[in-house]
């Protein structure tokens, strides 16, 4: 073998041993490992089928895919926005850095104090993933994370994000909880009727005939109006039974109870073609007073708007909504007809 092969070859086998130190000095700078198993948080979301949430105060939150939803604690129908930011969070994490040594114990402290447990299982209730969420550094570009059973922290985000992912895993209670009250499609409604206790010749039941529909007062002393119906606006107004959500739940309202006593503005029965019908009566919330009636002392509202409504449902729940969307289910009955 002569003196420039020998060389060529001992070039190579430096060169290679080179480029094997640098690719593992490279993974020691990034905090990686070859197994970096305790790097890895994130989930695909094709896997995901429940994922349970609880933190230091004893909040528990358990959400479960049901078809193209989610159920929030086994009863509720889960908030999608809300389920989509903590699906968003799991299925994107990644670490963004591996902490110095001093920043350790830090860490550990905040994630043992307000450290909020994740755990992610898919089919079979199988326990995919469970990790620590915690707090953020200094300089609030970033989450503290630990896996369950690891001893090294990280401090991970979401790509193109900046925020404290804790946030997206902090929500509790009601703001889980879906606000939709009517979410049908036309061809699901059997009937809908609309009851104005104070306006009785105003109040209606619409219903389904096969492809058509057909319409009469609610109450029977009410006269019939003889002209056809339109069609067209029978459709229009189901069409507003569509995804009408409320403003918020005010279950917890101390005046819930002598609110609900009250007579109702109106109230609104959907009966679908398979289902429970769903009832919502309507409560004006009125501004304030705009005087006093000299002959009875009574407040006068004549001729203020109503911006909201106390709405008490069949299902249990009581809702704040907003007449701008509510409008849409407050027509009277001769306004059918052209």
Same mark, same amino acid.
């Given at each position: 073998?002569?003196?420039?092969?020998?060389?060529?070859?001992?070039?190579?086998?430096?060169?290679?041993?080179?480029?094997?130190?640098?690719?593992?000095?490279?993974?020691?700078?990034?905090?990686?490992?070859?197994? +970096?198993?305790?790097?890895?948080?994130?989930?695909?979301?094709?896997?995901?089928?429940?994922?349970?949430?609880?933190?230091?105060?004893?909040?528990?939150t358990t959400l479960v895919r049901q078809g193209d939803g989610w159920i929030y604690n086994g009863k509720y129908p889960a908030k999608p926005n809300a389920v989509e930011n903590v699906l968003d969070a799991i299925t994107r994490v990644r670490v963004r850095y591996k902490p110095a040594d001093a920043a350790v114990d830090n860490m550990?402290?905040?994630?043992?104090?307000?450290?909020?447990?994740?755990?992610?299982?898919?089919? +079979?209730?199988?326990?995919?993933?469970?990790?620590?969420?915690?707090?953020?550094?200094?300089?609030?570009?970033?989450?503290?994370?630990?896996?369950?059973?690891?001893?090294?922290?990280?401090?991970?985000?979401?790509?193109?994000?900046?925020? @404290?992912?804790?946030?997206?895993?902090?929500?509790?209670?009601?703001?889980?909880?879906?606000?939709?009250?009517?979410?049908?499609?036309?061809?699901?409604?059997?009937?809908?009727?609309?009851?104005?206790?104070?306006?009785?010749?105003?109040?209606?039941?619409?219903?389904?005939? +096969?492809?058509?529909?057909?319409?009469?007062?609610?109450?029977?002393?009410?006269?019939?109006?003889?002209?056809?119906?339109?069609?067209?606006?029978?459709?229009?107004?189901?069409?507003?039974?569509?995804?009408?959500?409320?403003?918020?739940?005010? @279950?917890?309202?101390?005046?819930?109870d002598s609110i609900s006593n009250l007579i109702p503005f109106t109230k609104i029965t959907v009966t679908p073609k398979s289902g429970t019908p769903k009832t919502l009566s309507l409560f004006p919330i009125y501004p304030q007073k705009s005087g006093i009636d000299k002959e009875t002392g009574e407040a006068m509202y004549e001729n203020?708007?109503?911006?909201?409504?106390?709405?008490?449902?069949?299902?249990?729940?009581?809702?704040?909504?907003? @007449?701008?969307?509510?409008?849409?289910?407050?027509?009277?009955?001769?306004?059918?007809?052209?």
């Amino acid at each position: 073998m002569n003196r420039t092969v020998l060389l060529l070859m001992v070039f190579l086998i430096l060169a290679g041993a080179t480029a094997i130190f640098m690719m593992g000095s490279d993974d020691k700078k990034s905090g990686s490992s070859t197994l +970096g198993e305790d790097r890895n948080f994130a989930v695909p979301a094709e896997e995901i089928q429940k994922i349970f949430i609880a933190d230091r105060e004893g909040s528990r939150t358990t959400l479960v895919r049901q078809g193209d939803g989610w159920i929030y604690n086994g009863k509720y129908p889960a908030k999608p926005n809300a389920v989509e930011n903590v699906l968003d969070a799991i299925t994107r994490v990644r670490v963004r850095y591996k902490p110095a040594d001093a920043a350790v114990d830090n860490m550990i402290r905040s994630l043992a104090t307000e450290g909020i447990k994740v755990e992610i299982y898919g089919k +079979g209730d199988e326990l995919i993933k469970a990790y620590y969420v915690g707090g953020a550094p200094p300089d609030e570009r970033g989450t503290y994370m630990i896996l369950e059973g690891a001893e090294q922290p990280y401090v991970a985000e979401i790509p193109s994000w900046e925020g @404290n992912l804790r946030f997206r895993f902090s929500i509790t209670g009601k703001h889980w909880r879906d606000e939709t009250i009517f979410d049908y499609d036309v061809e699901d409604i059997k009937s809908v009727s609309v009851e104005y206790p104070k306006q009785r010749n105003k109040s209606f039941v619409l219903e389904s005939k +096969g492809e058509d529909f057909s319409i009469k007062p609610f109450y029977e002393i009410t006269p019939v109006i003889e002209k056809e119906l339109s069609q067209g606006l029978a459709e229009s107004f189901l069409i507003g039974f569509d995804n009408f959500m409320a403003e918020g739940f005010e @279950n917890d309202n101390p005046g819930r109870d002598s609110i609900s006593n009250l007579i109702p503005f109106t109230k609104i029965t959907v009966t679908p073609k398979s289902g429970t019908p769903k009832t919502l009566s309507l409560f004006p919330i009125y501004p304030q007073k705009s005087g006093i009636d000299k002959e009875t002392g009574e407040a006068m509202y004549e001729n203020i708007p109503v911006e909201r409504y106390f709405a008490d449902c069949s299902n249990g729940d009581f809702f704040l909504v907003q @007449n701008r969307t509510t409008k849409r289910f407050l027509w009277a009955y001769d306004a059918f007809f052209e």
